[in-house]
């Protein structure tokens, strides 16, 4: 934890700061909002910045959103600065703390804000398997690619990678290749040098450089531009990288961790992403599987969600019921840890009693969840079907499936070709022709009241 401190470091601030760095955070300090900026350009970054509310918090906040710098913000003052408080936090300061500090409450909103907790909570053996192998190559500095639908955990399983690895005293440092535009992305992560483009006020120290000694980690790398691609490329086979506007090289000595939703080997098909790069992020792989594939870890989750923020929320405990456990057993979870996070936040807090029951466990809408999972079961379905029967089409002639399709509505119909032609939305003088065609083919057709195979 990265922890840096805005404001004079004075008093009651002076307590808040130690303890912090009992709580086992690193911690730097900065007078005024100017050298805090610089601090931040220069690579020297933060997970969370702790700021005196007497400062200009507004001016601290657009400052930070004009130069693309995205960092927690909590503010903290004694009792008398009431309206400071509200301010701070109108302008979007996370929390707020009281001063003088509370060791307690200095812990928790640290471990709140910043989440850095690097522990996997797991009990299915797939996942196990996983882990396993994880532990097998942290400690190496390999380049691992982390794959998954949405919301498996990639991101914690990189932070996992990174505190059992030999740079775990160094920073792990995130970028979402999908979160940032395109003709941004380049100055993110080489940095850029004063007046390299408009807005670029001041020398500004990119993720690579920020990693420098630990780990960096590229979330949605598949999301990242063919062009852009290939300058990553020669930053992780040469360990060296350009800054936008740069005349030299600068040397880098980084691991690269990597994530995707998406299967990179249909994307180098695609042309969308580089097979040089796909070999050389994906020395390892580790595949997380969807909740719906590791079924043990649904009750350890749910459970552990639910004293997570019974706690959080102050409602005192909180327990799931056998009823609400099995229903949860059984939902198919689309949006795998992450909404199962989501339901048991929601059901804490619409549970009416100690115990959480079935109907406290409710969709952002309000649907319940037995409902929800009915309605996608139905929705896969039909789209299981919608599937099949076109894989039935791939090959066939129009003919064909004119053919077969027209016999069918008849044998529906039992034979009556007034009723079928209404239901194909063709004439009756179209519907025989097309009989008499099939009659002369040889091709069985079902009599007034029959069906073919009755028929037959």
Not at 230 to 241: N, V
Not at 273 to 296: A, I, Q, S
Request: a negative charge; proline letters at 4%; glycine letters at 8%.
């Amino acid at each position: 934890m990265r922890l840096l401190i805005i404001g004079a470091l004075e008093g009651q601030l002076t307590q808040a700061t130690k303890l912090a760095m009992q709580g086992g955070a690193k911690v730097a300090q900065a007078s005024s909002i100017e050298i805090a900026l610089a601090t931040l350009r220069a690579g020297k970054g933060a997970d969370l910045l702790l700021v005196d509310v007497m400062i200009d918090i507004p001016l601290l906040l657009a400052s930070l959103e004009a130069e693309r710098i995205h960092i927690p913000v909590v503010a903290c003052g004694t009792e008398t600065n009431a309206a400071a408080a509200v301010n701070a936090i109108r302008a979007g300061a996370k929390e707020y703390i009281p001063l003088p500090p509370d060791a307690e409450l200095i812990a928790a909103v640290i471990a709140a804000v910043a989440r850095e907790s690097t522990d996997l909570l797991y009990r299915d053996p797939s996942m196990a398997k996983v882990v396993q192998l994880a532990d097998q190559i942290a400690a190496s500095e390999a380049s691992v690619l982390i794959t998954g639908e949405s919301g498996t955990g990639k991101e914690v399983m990189a932070k996992y990678l990174h505190a059992r690895s030999k740079r775990a005293g160094k920073p792990f440092i995130s970028i979402n290749c999908a979160a940032i535009p395109e003709a941004l992305l380049e100055s993110e992560l080489f940095g850029h040098e004063k007046g390299a483009f408009t807005g670029a006020v001041a020398r500004r120290i990119g993720k690579f450089e920020e990693a420098t000694g630990g780990t960096l980690l590229l979330d949605e790398i598949s999301e990242m531009d063919v062009r852009l691609q290939a300058k990553l490329l020669r930053a992780i086979q040469e360990r060296l990288i350009d800054r936008v506007g740069g005349s030299k090289p600068v040397a880098i000595d980084i691991r690269i961790l990597a994530t995707s939703n998406r299967d990179l080997a249909e994307a180098v098909k695609e042309g969308s992403f580089r097979e040089d790069l796909l070999f050389r992020l994906n020395v390892v792989n580790l595949r997380l599987p969807p909740l719906r594939e590791r079924p043990g870890d649904i009750a350890a989750l749910s459970e552990h969600f639910v004293e997570k923020y019974a706690a959080a929320n102050g409602v005192g405990k909180r327990i799931l019921s056998d009823a609400a456990r099995n229903e949860l057993m059984q939902a198919p979870w689309p949006g795998n840890v992450r909404e199962l996070e989501n339901t048991l936040h929601r059901a804490v807090l619409l549970s009416s009693s100690e115990t959480i029951e079935p109907d406290a466990i409710r969709m952002p809408d309000g649907t319940g969840l037995a409902d929800a999972a009915r309605q996608n079961s139905a929705a896969a379905q039909v789209a299981q079907t919608a599937e099949t029967l076109t894989r039935a089409m791939v090959g066939r002639t129009v003919a064909d499936v004119e053919r077969e399709l027209i016999l069918d509505t008849l044998d529906h119909c039992l034979g009556n070709r007034t009723h079928a032609a209404n239901i194909l939305g063709i004439s009756i003088r179209t519907l025989r022709n097309k009989l008499n065609l099939y009659t002369d083919d040889g091709i069985p057709v079902p009599h007034p009241g029959e069906q073919r195979n009755s028929a037959a």
